[in-house]
T-cell receptor, first 111, second 114 residues
């Protein structure tokens, strides 16, 4: 059974620092992996989608990597800003068209 | 283009009642998926509708049901509410069916069951 874990559950970082969020999954037979951002009381916004055949995707200050063999993905945020404060969730899509979410990392950027 | 719209934003119900939530997808999107988000279980997939047909279903009891109309708008119904149904219910739309595609989420309906 696929499980997705995000550690730590919460993280506080001073503004301007680079940071890495972690996501691990138990079964490497995934179709793709997505990183989402969720602001308090809001829905999810898709940040990056990595297909199973890809190693990384980049968008602006964000870079996501995928290592299927070790069951890990990281989301790198460069030069963090207070506006980056949110909960970040990763989700794996499976070949039988299921999607499993991690519980997220709540990120707080300190001004 | 307007985003995904969910109504109402907040609901308070009592145990045993039933509730209907509504989701209007982005214009042109034919797939609507529903999710339940709770602090304990996180975000869990409920079901997906595509062209008025339920295409995919998660692991929830039959008290949770949905439907999709010809204009792609979708409703979700929960009957015989339980305290544990208190959650943020999110819907998402995408142009094509399937959970492997990028989905666009609404702001959610927060349901409180007393």
């Amino acid at each position: 059974k696929q499980e997705v874990t995000q550690i730590p559950a919460a993280l506080s970082v001073p503004e301007g620092e680079n940071l890495v969020l972690n996501c691990s999954f138990t079964d490497s037979a995934i179709y793709n992996l997505q990183w989402f951002r969720q602001d308090p009381g809001k829905g999810l916004t898709s940040l990056l989608l990595i297909q199973s055949s890809q190693r990384e995707q980049t968008s602006g200050r964000l870079n996501a990597s995928l290592d299927k063999s070790s069951g890990r993905s990281t989301l790198y945020i460069a030069a963090s800003q207070p506006g980056d404060s949110a909960t970040y969730l990763c989700a794996v899509s499976l070949r039988d068209d299921k999607i499993i979410f991690g519980k997220g990392t709540r990120l707080h950027i300190l001004p | 283009k307007a985003g995904v719209t969910q109504t109402p934003r907040y609901l308070i119900k009592t145990r045993g009642q039933q509730v209907t939530l509504s989701c209007s997808p982005i214009s042109g999107h034919r797939s609507v998926s529903w999710y339940q988000q709770t602090p304990g279980q996180g975000l869990q997939f409920l079901f997906e509708y595509f062209s008025e047909t339920q295409r995919n279903k998660g692991n929830f009891p039959g008290r949770f049901s949905g439907r999709q109309f010809s204009n792609s708008r979708s409703e979700m119904n929960v009957s015989t509410l339980e305290l544990g149904d208190s959650a943020l219910y999110l819907c998402a739309s995408s142009p094509r069916g399937g959970l492997t595609n990028i989905q666009y989420f609404g702001a959610g309906t927060r349901l409180s069951v007393l």
